[in-house]
């Protein structure tokens, strides 16, 4: 373990790299997404960016140490605030436990060895869940818009507040979300780079061809794996997630249960994301540990539960028979989930 992180730590991240690269852009007035020295393309709105620009004042070396351990930090935090949000309080050697599975698992460490931010966005959610049901609406609305300003599909969670009817919430995660596109206007003098992104980069990202690679591991990726023909892939993906989207709207608007739903819906983004990549399923840190206390004197549930979590915790690209075992692992969480919310 103490090799694995001074490996981490000084050998170079590259999904940071790229977006440490496009806030140095940013503040230099130049376009991120056209600067030959990134790793891969840079897919992210500018306003995500943003919050890269305190790495960006300082060299790669530093400004990546201080992001990873920033990540690695994050891990503890999202498990505490998924155990405050569930009401748990955990011994000594159930939080161990619980660290231990989290860390071991392949997405946490494609997670932080590519220096993607899905730990500290997730906190951020999480922050804001809580918050809502402490009935703290405010914090709960910024901490929602800097979620999706930070990371664009959480703007999916937008809909579960919408559907909950919570306005205020709404509201505020909207003026926050705007709040970085004006700071955007204000670094580079324009909102030029939105039009590049929505014309040049969006169109990239819309493109059905790829999806089949195994690190995808939503609907996506696992029908894109059975079905060559692209046109169908898309028509085939689209009604599923329809359907998925459909059902979870329902499932916010008429269930009681709050915490399965909020789990349910962190699933459901998983699945429809159409590049839902390994690393995103550290999100089912907290769907994990609610379904956990809800299926406490249930043992087979249990290990269905469980086997759901060792299949999205392994890594076997080179065995083709099973290269969509994280989706299956997380559609027998999904469908466990459903089951107890109806």
Known sequence: MFNSLIKLFTTVAPDFEV???????????????????????????????????????????????????????????????????????PNLFSFSVAVFLVIISFPTKFTLGMGQSNFIVFALLLSSYLSFKKGKLILSGILLGLSFAYKAIFIYFLLFFIFKKSWKVVTYALITFLLSVCLIYIITGSLDLYTYYFTQVVPLLLNFSGREIYYNQGIAGFVSRLITDINVREIVTGAISLILVGLNLYLIGKSRKTNLVFSITSITLLLIDSLSWQHHFVWMIFPFLCLWKEIKNHTIKRAILLTGYALISINVPALNFAQSHVFWGTLFIYLLNLKLLI
């Open 19 to 89: 977006l440490w690269l496009g806030a140095r852009d940013l503040l230099t007035q130049k376009n991120p997404y056209l600067n030959l020295l990134s790793f891969t393309g840079n897919a992210n709105p500018p306003n995500t960016m943003l919050f890269y620009i305190p790495f960006a004042l300082v060299n790669y070396p530093m400004g990546q140490s201080i992001f990873l351990s920033l990540s690695f930090l994050a891990i503890f935090f999202c498990l505490i605030l998924s155990f405050r949000i569930l009401e748990v309080k």
